[in-house]
């Protein structure tokens, strides 16, 4: 179940227009990664474990969404090589005193 919740992510991350659900995805990790972490140092019956599998349905159900989402909106497109979108041509060429000779 945490994989699916990194892969969701990941789809959710892929496309443009779903910033809510790629950060309602990572909320889910981190609930799910404090239960494994948390759940390790207590006892395991004295632990309300049933927030834990309400998240793991979510993030099921968050999952298959994406993927369907992903098949049908495809990928955003693959973000600039240069940083901010700027031109190569356009940036300024600073000098470095390390290489210069």
Request: charged share 10%; aromatic share 14%; hydrophobic share 50%.
């Amino acid at each position: 179940l945490l994989y699916f919740s990194f892969r969701a992510a990941a789809n959710f991350r892929a496309m443009e227009g779903f910033e809510q659900e790629y950060l309602f995805m990572v909320a889910c990790q981190v609930c799910m990664l404090s239960v494994l972490i948390f759940g390790v140092q207590v006892d395991v019956f004295n632990f309300p474990l049933k927030g834990w599998w309400l998240v793991a349905g979510l993030t099921y159900v968050m999952y298959i969404h994406s993927r369907q989402q992903l098949a049908q909106h495809g990928p955003a497109p693959a973000p600039s090589p240069t940083p901010w979108g700027v031109p190569s041509g356009r940036l300024a060429a600073l000098p470095n005193p390390v290489t210069r000779r």
